[in-house]
């Protein structure tokens, strides 16, 4: 006896998974870079010597969301490619560049920064390390590379979805 089993996906699911995916990681970016670590510095809390600790609290919880919403980016621009609701490659490509990106975050800047950044001895002033600015030139790289990316497959599903609709 053979079991036949169709699964049905419709396009404008996955395009909406997609771009709400894509809006709330991009908003959430931009609230975290524009707005959380602006009030941080204005604060001093960057000064204080603990803060490498706060900054892997925060940082590490966030990336974690940033993967879990690049890996379902991925999932729906596979999905979408698989069904041949998506034609062109280069949708795949940018998700995939968006996981790796945030991979180098996750497992690899956030953990050198604070590495970098913890006090180990209590006598000497907090002082800024030499390597993390290049660090931090890193992360604003790979800042503005997510965020053009995670824009241009916005836009291009927004318009994908305002034709099928």
């Not at 006090?119 to 030139?137: K, T, Y």
């Not at 604003?140 to 997510?146: G, N, R």
Request: hydrophobic share 55%; aromatic share 12%.
């Amino acid at each position: 006896m053979a079991a036949v089993s169709h699964v049905a996906s419709k396009p404008v699911i996955w395009h909406k998974v997609l771009i709400f995916t894509l809006g709330f990681w991009i908003s959430s970016s931009l609230f975290l870079d524009m707005v959380i670590m602006p009030s941080l510095y204005q604060a001093g809390m960057l000064t204080q010597p603990d803060f490498a600790t706060a900054g892997y609290s925060l940082f590490g919880a966030f990336n974690r969301l940033e993967l879990l919403c690049a890996a379902l980016v991925l999932t729906s621009v596979f999905t979408q490619y698989h069904l041949g609701h998506i034609r062109k490659p280069s949708h795949v490509m940018f998700s995939l560049l968006l996981l790796i990106a945030s991979f180098t975050c996750t497992y690899f800047l956030t953990p050198h920064m604070s590495a970098l950044g913890l006090q180990l001895n209590l006598f000497e002033p907090a002082a800024i390390p030499a390597g993390m600015n290049q660090l931090h030139l890193s992360y604003w790289l790979i800042e503005v590379f997510k965020l053009s990316a995670g824009g241009m497959l916005l836009l291009w599903n927004v318009e994908q979805l305002s034709k099928t609709a």
